[in-house]
């Protein structure tokens, strides 16, 4: 409570940071005496000559026009000199500041932004943007001054396109929302084992063929990038400030490669473009023919992209295949090198010493940080911040990755409709109370950090929308902690801002995650009938309200406030929404309170039993809500459950496709402890060691794509309330069961 009356407080002393919502935080903000008219009398001015001013205005208009219908005029017709008309906005140059530091100034007469580079330019309009709530056309903007500059220079997401693919006019639509987040560098994973997405003009086998993937259901699935679209995308990436740095992984992760090019390979058998997740084993070889390959390769990408740092990728390089190859041993041995991690190290080297040719420096995961790495080399850190550490002792620039910390392939909340994705829990706050500050490092140290990223993996983000969804807002998130200063950062006070960015997230037709405002619901049946406890991620009875109606209509600020259980009736549709104030944070949610919804529980309530590969997938036809699986061990507890009156059981499965590479730990998954022979979900009580209680044979489901209901069973009668365990007994590893939803009463 004491936390929201600081809230509060700081909203109404500082009320720009309320109604604004300048995302990220400014790094200095001071309140002047009045405010500043915007409508479409107002003038934008750019000096004559200036194409960076101009730039940063017209995109000020863009997006004005885009939020708020206000298409203001530019006019060049005044100099860079003090005079302008009144109720204008200026931009200017000023010298002196940082390369994308800005100031903009907000008077009741007249706005000014200015800036040393282009890129304070832009940022200075995009925060005057932000600066007028979107939606109106006219508005006041409070004066203030604002001095502001990033903390972190290389401000990241990466994009994973080659586990699925995105169209061009996806990217740039991530390029133009990374930029009005003030984000700057767009990683771009083009190459891995289940897809080659780059067109290189001098193998072109690399797209014909190791573009391509058949998945487990048969169907073909790639595409890739033209050199084409690439150039226009890194054209349209540099008017938005956003360097694009392309991912060329090797050694490993080089399986679509090596299809295409069996001579690459240093394994026996050519493998084809793989439609497995996980590591696979296959690596390129270390023959000079390889190096060759490689430098032409890179020398198309150093052609295609300005970026002064290539990722190298270099992660995950399980070296079976180089220990086993007659080959690659005798030019282990003939380099002098005694083991495969130098090996690596040889290979990283060879290609950097190739870039350094080219004006470029390497970037790779920090696997690559091996005795002897060249000193101009930037690590990527992804294991947790160990690597970003060491490598910042050792002299490297380093940007900070890491798993799971910014992984935003993992689910932001527990609610049923999040997309597919790894099972654990990333939420926004979680992004956004990650601290990049190593207290135990050095000055020497820190000034090694570049920045920090997050980290697109998109195995199971099969479409753009679901891309959206895991980006958004986290991304709002992590850009505040990419570029303000801790000082400034305040979780409630960036939960107000949101609000309005989600608007302008809806003007550009953005499929944001609400997860962080989304009311979910427990519901349990009582006596009087059914019993109802709302909730949000974000603590809304401390922070907003959750706000509902039990008439059919839609909720709003004026709707009832839930603050306590409700009981109701059998039958009651409630639907409800979070509000702070009078602003709608989520989308409206709503539940019919029948039999049913006490009764079901699906695969998110239940609690997996164990903790090895969580994972939510989608089960196969067009089933639209992913299953809570653990695929190491597909079995989910049930607690507390009623059985003095023999329940009835009904469950409802699907076959899941199990294409993962995990190498010996395959063997850890119990399989072949089947009696029938598709396998059946075992009942265990009190546990999952006690004998099976009851089992629903698999048959009835096996030969159906999607979730089948079983056949229900009666339990035994067992008197009070009991933990099931319920697990599938299957006799191969393919298919995997999930268990989708299950009912156990009357
Ligand atoms: C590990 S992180 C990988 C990726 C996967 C990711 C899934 C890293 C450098 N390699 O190949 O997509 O885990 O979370």
């Not at 009398?41 to 000020?60: E, N």
């Not at 060329?248 to 058998?269: K, V």
């Not at 979780?491 to 809806?506: G, I, K, M, N, S």
Request: aromatic share 8%; charged share 20%; with cysteine.
């Amino acid at each position: 409570m004491a936390a929201r009356a600081a809230t509060l407080f700081l909203s109404l002393a500082l009320p720009w940071a309320a109604r604004s919502g300048v995302i990220p935080a400014p790094a200095e903000v001071i309140p002047g005496v009045g405010s500043f008219n915007v409508g479409p009398g107002t003038v934008i001015q750019v000096p004559r000559g200036d194409r960076d001013a101009s730039a940063a205005a017209h995109y000020l208009v863009e997006l004005w026009t885009r939020t708020n219908a206000l298409e203001l005029p530019i006019s060049t017709a005044v100099a860079n000199s003090g005079t302008a008309n009144a109720d204008s906005i200026a931009f200017r140059r000023r010298r002196g500041l940082g390369p994308e530091a800005y100031e903009l100034d907000v008077a009741p007469q007249r706005i000014t932004v200015s800036a040393s580079s282009a890129a304070g330019l832009f940022y200075g309009a995009v925060t005057l943007w932000q600066l007028l709530p979107p939606g109106s056309a006219t508005g006041r903007i409070a004066a203030q001054s604002i001095h502001d500059a990033p903390v972190y220079a290389w401000r990241g997401l990466m994009l994973d396109s080659a586990r699925h693919m995105q169209s061009p006019a996806f990217i740039r639509s991530m390029i133009d929302w990374m930029a009005w987040h003030k984000l700057n560098v767009l990683h771009w994973h083009l190459t891995d084992d289940q897809g080659w997405r780059l067109e290189i003009r001098k193998y072109p086998r690399l797209t014909s063929v190791g573009a391509w993937r058949v998945e487990p259901n048969g169907e073909r699935y790639g595409g890739f990038y033209s050199q084409d679209e690439v150039r226009d995308i890194v054209r349209f990436a540099a008017t938005r400030h956003v360097q694009i740095v392309p991912e060329i992984d090797m050694p490993g992760h080089a399986t679509a490669a090596i299809a295409a090019y069996p001579t690459l390979s240093s394994g026996t058998a050519t493998p084809r473009v793989s439609a497995n997740w996980g590591v696979l084993n296959h690596l390129f070889n270390v023959e000079p023919e390889t190096f060759r390959f490689l430098d032409d390769v890179l020398a198309e990408v150093v052609d295609l992209f300005p970026s002064p740092i290539i990722h190298i990728g270099g992660d995950e390089a399980v070296k079976d295949e180089w220990q086993a190859s007659p080959q690659v041993r005798a030019r282990e041995r003939e380099l002098g090198f005694q083991n495969p991690d130098a090996l690596q190290a040889y290979f990283t080297q060879r290609i950097g010493t190739y870039l350094a040719t080219r004006g470029r420096r390497i970037i790779g995961w920090d696997e690559i940080l091996q005795p002897g790495l060249r000193k101009d080399a930037v690590i990527m850190s992804w294991h947790g911040v160990s690597g970003a550490q060491l490598a910042a002792a050792a002299g490297h620039d380093a940007v900070l990755a890491p798993d799971p910390g910014l992984y935003f392939d993992h689910r932001q909340s527990t609610l049923p409709n999040e997309p597919p994705g790894r099972l654990r829990v990333l939420s926004l706050e979680d992004v956004y109370r990650f601290a990049p500050q190593d207290p135990a490092q050095s000055d020497r140290e820190r000034a090694h950090v570049l920045g920090l990223q997050a980290n697109l993996w998109t195995e199971h983000m099969q479409t753009e929308e679901r891309v959206q969804w895991m980006a958004l807002p986290r991304a709002a998130a992590l850009a505040e902690v990419g570029w303000s200063p801790a000082a400034r950062r305040r979780w409630p006070d960036f939960l107000e801002r949101l609000v309005p960015q989600f608007a302008r997230y809806r003007a550009f037709g953005l499929n944001y995650a609400d997860s962080a405002f989304a009311p979910a619901a427990q519901i349990s049946s009582t006596s009087d009938g059914i019993s109802l406890t709302l909730s949000a991620q974000v603590d809304a009875v401390s922070f907003g309200d959750i706000r509902y109606t039990l008439d059919g209509t839609q909720p709003s600020a004026e709707s009832s406030r839930y603050s306590a259980p409700l009981t109701l009736p059998q039958g009651t549709l409630i639907r409800a929404a979070t509000f702070l104030g009078s602003e709608q944070a989520s989308r409206p949610w709503e539940k019919r309170l029948d039999a049913r919804a006490v009764l079901r529980r699906d695969s998110h309530d239940l609690e997996p039993c164990s903790d090895g590969i969580g994972l939510l997938l989608l089960a196969g036809g067009n089933q639209s809500r992913p299953l809570a699986v653990d695929i190491m061990n597909p079995c989910w507890m049930d607690r507390g459950i009623d059985l003095s009156k023999g329940p009835r059981i009904i469950a409802a499965v699907a076959p899941l496709p199990f294409n993962y590479e995990i190498g010996a730990d395959a063997a850890k998954i119990r399989v072949g402890d089947a009696r029938t022979p598709q396998g059946e979900l075992e009942i265990h009580v009190d546990g999952c060691g006690t004998p099976a209680l009851a089992f629903l044979p698999l048959a009835a489901a096996a030969d159906a794509p999607g979730v089948t209901t079983l056949p229900p069973q009666r339990l035994p009668a067992l008197s009070g309330r009991h933990d099931l365990c319920l697990r599938f007994a299957r006799p191969r590893l393919n298919p995997m069961w999930a268990l989708d939803w299950v009912e156990i009463g009357e």
